[in-house]
């Protein structure tokens, strides 16, 4: 459950982002595949080696998705359903894996804004995330 | 054991050479009491803890950070043996301070952050990988000596 405060944060590291869904989507994407080479087994569609275009336009879907979960901070288990249903169902993400990305997306903001992603917002958009993980592994079993 | 290439001793070593012990060593704590709050159990005695200004600000946390990235550096010399370098750690954290090893690996991960958040797109996905490492190390060589 997010503070207003909280919320109000999430929007504000969300500000920074829209707009460069892909970009950041493919960087993030790249630096989980390159710090934990073992999450790659999910993604094996982009092959052994994925090429740029391919981590935009995955990185674009898997950040447009966070969007569509900040605009849903109040009900995200709604929001995310379908994405919820297609993880238990058929990507079966061990949920182990959310954490690495969690780090790695809050790595790739500290290195791209740098002092405009303050404490504040790195704690916000932690807890965010984390909620946003244990929604779309809820329905595993 | 951890074997670290080369080419990740030469990035990670580089990179510590450019840290500000002192400032860094403040932030990864004061961060890692914001961001995890039940990581300020172990700090009872460290005063105001009650706002984020208040944490990132607190001397006794500055001082301790600084302390724990001063160690944090005797990794950086010893990153072939972890595990030496750190067993008398490892056995103070166990029996002295009864410091669950999980925070081990939030302090590393906020470290990893701290550093992305001061050198920027130097911290490219290599250099993160090669930090992840050390610090995953260090965790695991801090937790080694519990029983």
Sequence with gaps: MLSAQERAHVAQVWDLIAGHEAAFGAELLLRLFTVYPSTKIYFKHLGVCPDEAQLLTHGQRVLQAVGVAVQHTDHLRAALSPLADLHAQVLRVDPANFPLLIQCFHVMLASHLQGEFTVQMQAAWDKFLTEVAMVLTEKYR | ?147
């Design chain 2, 1 to 147: 054991m951890v074997h670290f290439t080369a080419e990740e001793k030469a990035a990670i070593t580089s990179l510590w050479g450019k840290v500000n012990v002192e400032e860094a060593g403040g932030e990864a704590l004061g961060r890692l009491l914001v961001v995890y709050p039940w990581t300020q159990r172990f700090f009872d005695n460290f005063g105001n803890l009650s706002s984020t200004s208040a944490i990132m600000g607190n001397p006794k946390v500055k001082a301790h950070g600084k302390k724990v990235l001063t160690s944090f550096g005797d990794a950086i010399k010893n990153m072939d043996n972890l595990k030496g370098a750190f067993a008398k750690l490892s056995e103070l954290h166990c029996d002295k301070l009864h410091v669950d090893p999980e925070n081990f690996r939030l302090l590393g991960n906020v470290l990893v952050c701290v550093l992305a958040h001061h050198f920027g797109h130097e911290f490219n996905p290599q250099v993160q990988a090669a930090f992840q490492k050390v610090v995953a190390g260090v965790a695991n060589a801090l937790a080694h000596k519990y029983h």
